[in-house]
């Protein structure tokens, strides 16, 4: 292995300077990340129709559900990483690394098989309006198939952020989605693939991602290794990290299958509704993402300081990233209040699309500040080993509150009503969230690798 450094080390200097010097690059990566699927939209929108914009919209959602256990399994993994991090047990983070590396693979290409089948009955199944089924199976089928890419790209990214270093990750994201923009103009705009160039754009880019990570890691990372030798599967490492990582799988998979739930509500309004929520929820899920990533920067920094065993910090790091998130979320929803139209634009000249859009965006959005909070409590729970709690609180706040105030609300205001629904849901999973975080129930149930 190459020399032991500790470049990302996030256990010393003052916690204002540590946690935003490691957390803006984290969200520039990742809310780059997300413009893959935003700029499918943007671009399907103006130049495809709203039919193909709806189809899109649908097979986000879809693909959600496909890839969230893995998802769930690499966030469990990274902890783990934070944590032998930070405690200088720099072997075992190449263990892990290959752990989860290997497993990412080779689920990921079995779901690629899976998707690929089943595409068209989970888009009967979610009832999808008709006249979007052909184009969202046409899609969903190309844009699954190079799943194991995303998941292969998430597990390198991922560990890289256990470790502290969100610079690099920043670099090879923004590579991807200039790529993914250039080919996106490129496929529909002047080749005319149709609906199936967005996704064709999306999994080219992605496998741009993972080239240049994996030249990286084998030409010049002081830790990490990539040959034959040192790719081996720890099952009891693994164990460690599934331990951690399965309520966060539990709760992705009830959360995506929750998410298709909700589809099936809002596809009964018709393609109007279904396109303006598949739009204001990529702009929603931009925002939501610079959350989690907050949530992730916080859970990296907790762990490290966790397996260092500076547990002052961890509060101090809390405090601090609460600030941060009041901020971000009061400012991100006046420029909604003010600008929300204007942005919906952006997606579709469809009036009716449009006001649907604004309206979604401001009910949700006048609860971003308490859903920041949740995920930012959720991220510290997590670097300490804990995540059972937020497993079943996101469950019950799903499947108890918003899927079944959707229904009902639905009956009785129309579209409105999903939109109150996910918003009442999101200030109940607030609530018991605060009074477990305050308990310190969490602090008992530390996994210390």
């Avoid at 003052?14 to 943007?42: C, E, H, R």
């Avoid at 600008?339 to 000249?349: L, N």
């Avoid at 997590?382 to 009902?408: C, E, H, K, Q």
Wanted: some cysteine.
């Amino acid at each position: 292995m190459a020399a032991r450094d500790k470049t990302g080390d996030l256990t010393t200097g003052k916690v204002w300077k540590t946690i935003p010097a490691f957390v803006f690059p984290l969200l520039i990566g990742n809310v780059m990340l997300q413009m893959y699927n935003l700029v499918d939209s943007v671009i399907v929108g103006n130049f495809l129709g709203k039919e193909a914009l709806a189809a899109v919209s649908a097979s986000f959602f879809i693909y959600y559900f496909v890839i969230s256990l893995i998802i769930g399994v690499g966030s469990g993994i990274t902890v783990v990483i934070a944590q032998y991090f930070g405690a200088g047990r720099y072997d075992d983070v190449q263990r892990a690394f290959s752990s989860i590396l290997i497993f990412t693979v080779i689920a990921g290409v079995l779901l690629s098989v899976v998707g690929i089948a089943l595409a068209e009955p989970l888009f009967r199944l979610t009832k999808t309006p008709e006249d979007v089924v052909p184009l969202a199976v046409r899609y969903f089928r190309v844009y699954i198939g190079g799943t194991f890419i995303f998941i292969t790209l998430n597990s390198l990214l991922s560990t890289f952020r256990g470790m502290g270093d969100s610079r690099r990750p920043m670099v090879f994201i923004l590579i991807t989605a200039v790529l993914n923009v250039v080919l996106d103009v490129l496929f529909i705009i002047v080749f005319r693939f149709g609906v199936e160039g967005a996704a064709y754009a999306t999994v080219l880019a992605q496998a741009s991602g993972v080239v240049v990570a994996m030249v990286y890691l084998r030409s010049c990372h002081p830790l990490l290794s990539l040959r034959r030798r040192d790719l081996k599967f720890d099952y009891a490492l693994f164990r460690r990290g599934l331990k951690i990582g399965l309520p966060v799988s539990i709760q992705q998979c009830s959360l995506s299958v929750g998410l298709l739930a909700l589809l099936g509500v809002v596809n009964v309004f018709g393609t109007d509704t279904l396109t303006a929520y598949g739009a204001a929820g990529k702009i929603d899920s931009l925002i939501t993402q610079a959350i989690l990533t907050l949530s992730s920067a916080i859970s990296a920094f907790c762990g490290q300081n966790i397996g260092a065993g500076r547990f002052s910090r961890v509060s101090q790091g809390v405090r601090f990233a609460m600030v941060i998130n009041v901020f971000f979320s009061l400012t991100v929803f006046a420029m909604i209040f003010f600008f929300g139209h204007w942005i919906m634009k952006v997606f579709t000249p469809d009036p009716a699309v449009i006001s649907i859009g604004y309206e979604y965006l401001l009910t949700v959005g006048a609860v971003f500040v308490l859903n920041g909070a949740t995920n930012v409590m959720n991220g510290a729970m997590r670097g300490a080993g804990d995540t059972l709690f937020a497993m079943i609180n996101g469950i019950v706040s799903l499947w108890l509150i918003r899927i079944p105030l959707a229904y009902i609300l639905g009956d009785s205001l129309g579209y409105q009503g999903v939109w109150w629904a996910i918003s009442i849901s999101l200030v109940f999973g607030f609530i018991t969230t605060l009074i477990y975080y305050v308990s310190g129930r969490w602090k008992r149930r530390m996994i210390i690798c």
